[in-house]
């Protein structure tokens, strides 16, 4: 049932204006925190990618409010925010206001690799706040906060159950002197505070929106068949802070968030720090048809339909690179990389012995509900970790993206955006992209590949005299001259075969190819 929200017929248990004042025990300076804290100094949640959102993490002295439906993540949020700053060597104190049991909690928490049992008494003090609440109401529980922050001097205080804060405060008018009285003396003593509350359905303009300083939303929701949750910084003051839904989930790490790609590298470098070279596949046939090679640092895109050799002829750029001391990495959806080392094996690809040697790195993303941005910081992260030069990528599907996807629209800018991120590493990219095998038409999946890459590759079969042949052309190919005509290739023991013209046939692109003296 969603929690009592401001009204006539709400029951208000205190009625005159709430006040306080520090107790002459604790004078300003004896105080953990500095007084009128500065706008850029920092409190680090310990959660890396929500500090990254925040631009560093929430400010001292700062007063936050967290909502979001049962189950979105808000206590694992704070609790997790609590013990990683009892680690880093700062105080805690977590106030529950009718919410689980500590104990409950505590079971919960264990199976985390953020919790500590020995923060917790220590550095981490655990309060249950209600009874307070209820006996003595909304000026009897700031008191106790104002006594505790007085006793333990911590630097983050969690108020988890605001809900009912609110309730008992009994009107909007109460309420917001509670929340007045509770910032100005975590202000004035450096507390940085959150405030965890339920909200249900859509999310409406709440009263304390205006008074804190920053505001937090966890959703949880179902997007079709699928679970999605997602965190939305709606404000945030004194500071810039990546706006949007941004993806999260809940593991044994605590809540993982994944901030949007195309936000995260929206502002790429206008040009290149690296000489460019080029980088061959190791196909003679095809490198002649490219002047040599793709330029380094650039990206490709393999359109085929399956089977037509985009796997192969991807694997084979990898090996070809392993031999001339560049590092590579197979980013893959479909094959485990058993499999693939078998099939690279049958057409004569030493896949394996570059593996071992520790030149290729097999990436296999299993068949699971993956989330789009979480892909493509486990790609970037991996091509960081390895700073040797002239790298190379094999993407092998990019659909894999395209399915993880929960907002489709999304699709042009996230492409382009990785892409960009992966130019500015000097990584030479690519990337496959799955075409209709009964079609004659040609149509690319996602158009915008044809706008962030900088050459297009097609393959394709087509049909002349009850014999299938395997076709390549270069459709686009940026910053070089490149050669237009068609060729046949062939996939044999020993890898990809490109020919010379397959001037044989006429209307070869159309898919409706006739031979030259008109017999079909």
């Known amino acids: ?189 450096g507390t940085t505070t959150l405030l965890c509350a339920v909200s249900e359905g859509p999310r409406a303009a709440r009263l304390e929106d205006a008074l804190v300083d920053g505001v937090i939303e966890l959703s949880d929701q179902l997007v079709g068949p699928r679970a999605v949750r997602e965190l939305t910084v709606h404000k945030f003051r004194g500071s810039d802070y990546l706006r949007g839904r941004h993806e999260t989930e809940i593991t044994d790490g605590g809540l993982q968030i994944h901030p949007r790609t195309e936000v995260q590298f929206d502002d790429p470098p206008a040009s290149a720090t690296e000489q460019r070279v080029r980088q061959a596949f190791g196909v003679p046939g095809l490198d002649s048809m490219m002047e040599g090679g793709i330029p380094s640092g650039s990206s490709v895109a393999l359109l085929g339909a399956p089977g037509a050799g985009k796997t192969t002829l991807g694997l084979g750029f990898l090996i070809e690179g392993a031999k001339r001391g560049n590092k590579g990495i197979y980013f893959g959806f479909y094959e485990p990389p058993p499999r693939l080392m078998e099939k690279a094996a049958a057409l004569g690809l030493p896949l394996e ?31 960081r970790s390895d700073q040797h030069d002239r790298r190379r990528l094999f993407i092998d599907g990019i659909e894999g993206f395209r399915s993880a996807a929960v907002y489709p629209e999304r699709i042009p800018r996230f492409l382009s955006a990785l892409t960009n991120q992966l130019r500015t590493y000097d990584v030479t990219t690519v990337v496959s992209e799955e075409l209709p095998l009964f079609r004659a038409e040609v149509d690319m999946p996602n158009p915008e590949m044809g706008n962030v890459v900088e050459t297009v590759l097609l393959l394709r079969y087509v049909e002349l005299k009850s014999q299938l042949y395997r076709l390549v052309s270069i459709m686009k190919m940026r910053e070089s001259r490149y050669d237009t005509s068609i060729r046949q290739f062939e996939i044999t023991g020993h890898g990809v075969d490109v020919q010379g013209s397959f001037e044989t046939a006429e209307a070869i692109l159309s898919g409706l190819p006739r031979s030259r003296g008109g017999e079909a």
């Open 353 to 383: 012995e570059h593996v071992k040697s520790g030149m290729i790195e097999l990436i296999w993303q299993p068949p699971l509900e993956h989330f789009m941005d979480s892909l493509a910081e486990s790609l970037l992260e991996k091509v």
């Open 1 to 189: 049932m969603s929690p009592q929200r401001f009204g006539s017929g709400s029951r208000c248990r205190y009625r005159a204006p709430l006040s306080f004042s520090l107790p002459e025990a604790l004078p300003l300076s004896d105080h953990k925190q500095e007084a009128d804290p500065g706008l850029d100094d920092r409190v680090e949640s310990g959660i890396a990618r929500l500090d990254y959102i925040l631009k560093g993490g929430f400010l001292r002295g700062g007063m936050y409010a967290i909502y979001g439906p049962p189950g979105a993540g808000k206590t694992m949020m704070a609790t997790q925010f609590c013990f990683n700053h009892v680690k880093g060597g700062g105080r805690c104190v977590y106030f529950t206001v009718l919410t689980e049991s500590h104990s409950k909690l505590v079971r919960h928490l264990k199976p985390m690799s953020f919790f500590d049992p020995t923060a917790i008494g220590h550095g981490l003090k655990f309060i249950a706040a209600y009874q307070t609440l209820k006996d003595e109401g909304v000026h009897g529980f700031l008191q106790l906060v104002q006594r505790t922050l007085a006793q333990e001097k911590p630097s983050v205080i969690v108020i988890d159950g605001l809900e009912s804060v609110e309730q008992i405060a009994g009107d909007a008018q109460h309420a917001r002197e509670f929340l007045h009285q509770l910032q100005g003396f975590a202000f004035l003593t």
